[in-house]
């Protein structure tokens, strides 16, 4: 039997590095003894037959690849390093030559998993240094694929973009839902009925659209197509326009990731 290289993850009891944990081991690209995690405060977690130390050099120095979850913030904080180690980051606005130059190595990959990675449906792109092997990517595809759907990307530029566009998970979608639940709610419905209703909506036509696996533009044209109430409203919101406002929040997003690191 040929031994699998041990993995460790920085920050495993974090809402992130919690889940990539939970879906690596369901999806066996490691049994939690193959696995060192590390946690700052209270008692270690769940995969109890994992090993758990609160000492990072210590799971840097027990594992051959390490996966570092923790805040942006905290990362000048991590006086570790990992020499020729494969490191594989999901820390917004880190780039891969801080990376490689705080854990001397340069084996890296820089990855933007979102909160959907607790339910095993996290877009996650991610990108390799030019120091990476064959095999460094083929591990960091099952890792991130075990979240849900991932990609290689071409550039550390575009995974940035990713950053503000698939990074934040839920959160877009979810102003969306509460736009219209608060709408509906301003017309006479009952909040909750206009909870359930906005949720729902979000919910089923995600499915249906991955079902059917069609770009978004041509849902849209089918419904203008159609000239029924749909239509009038797409126009309507083309002409508000969304797009702009689109635009300028994920612009603000990325402006905001460059100060991560120095936030208190």
């Known amino acids: 039997m040929i031994e699998r290289p041990r993995l460790g993850v920085i ?24 696995l060192t995690l590390s946690y700052r405060t209270g008692s270690p977690g769940r995969p109890s037959e994992a090993s ?3 000492d990072n ?8 690849v390490v996966i570092v979850s923790v805040r942006p913030e ?24 801080e ?12 990855a933007m998993p979102n ?9 996650t792109p991610w990108v390799a240094s030019s120091g990476c092997t064959a095999t460094d990517k083929a591990l960091a595809a099952e890792v991130f694929q075990a979240c849900g759907p ?14 503000a566009f698939t990074g934040t998970g839920p959160a877009y979608h979810a102003l969306l839902a509460d736009t219209l639940r608060m709408d509906a709610i301003s017309r006479g419905i009952s909040p909750d009925v ?23 533009s041509e849902v849209v044209q089918d419904f203008i197509d159609y000239e029924g109430m749909t239509a009038a409203a797409l126009r309507a919101m083309r002409d508000a326009p969304l797009s702009q406002v689109v635009a300028a929040g994920i612009d603000a997003a990325l402006a905001r990731a460059s100060t991560l690191q120095n936030t208190s």
């Open 52 to 54: 758990w130390t609160q």
């Open 115 to 123: 909160a959907a990675a607790s339910v095993r449906n996290s877009y």
């Open 74 to 97: 905290d990362f000048s904080a991590l006086g570790i390093t990992a020499p020729g180690k494969l490191v594989m980051s999901v820390m917004a606005g880190v780039s891969v030559a």
């Open 150 to 163: 991932a990609d290689e990307v071409e550039t550390e530029s575009q995974l940035d973009y990713f950053a």
């Open 194 to 216: 206009a909870r359930r209703a906005a949720s729902a909506l979000l919910v089923g036509s995600a499915k249906l659209i991955e079902r059917d696996g069609r770009c978004p």
């Open 11 to 34: 920050g495993a009891r974090g809402w992130l590095g919690n889940a990539i944990v939970s879906a690596i081991v369901d999806a066996g690209v490691r049994k939690p003894y193959e």
């Open 57 to 64: 050099q210590a799971l840097v120095d027990s594992a051959e």
């Open 99 to 110: 990376l490689a130059a705080h854990f001397d190595t340069d084996r890296i990959v820089r």
